[in-house]
Nanobody, 124 residues
Framework: QVQLVESGGGLVQAGGSLRLSCAAS????????MGWFRQAPGKEREFVAA????????YYADSVKGRFTISRDNAKDMVYLQMNSLKPEDTAVYYC?????????????????WGQGTQVTVSS
């Protein structure tokens, strides 16, 4: 069983930055790939970023490439999403997710565990 708890969301002006954190429980965290997804009102949950178990591979949605950075600290069982140059269209609930296979994927259905989400609101 893996439990994921996100934090760091909030209200920020366009052009600002936020850093999301996801704390994971589970003895094998260092073997999981981790991903961030987001869901805006009335829209489907969409892929944002993913990182392999080692941190050696990262993947980004085109809409966030160059602005967001995913990272992890396996010693602390943490994964992060640094979000810079935020835009109003980044407003959503952000979820972290764990992929037990370990190599990372953009496919939502391949993630095994999900957090409860944290709200990010970007004002114009």
């Amino acid at each position: 069983q893996v439990q994921l708890v996100e934090s760091g969301g909030g209200l920020v002006q366009a052009g600002g930055s936020l850093r999301l954190s996801c704390a994971a429980s589970g003895r094998r965290f260092s073997r999981y790939a981790m991903g961030w997804f987001r869901q805006a009102p009335g829209k489907e949950r969409e892929f944002v970023a993913a990182i392999s178990w080692s941190g050696g591979s990262t993947y980004y949605a085109d809409s966030v490439k160059g602005r967001f950075t995913i990272s992890r600290d396996n010693a602390k069982d943490m994964v992060y999403l640094q979000m810079n140059s935020l835009k109003p269209e980044d407003t959503a609930v952000y979820y972290c997710a764990a992929d037990l296979r370990g190599w990372g994927t953009q496919i939502r259905s391949e993630y095994d565990y999900w957090g409860q989400g944290t709200q990010v609101t970007v004002s114009s």
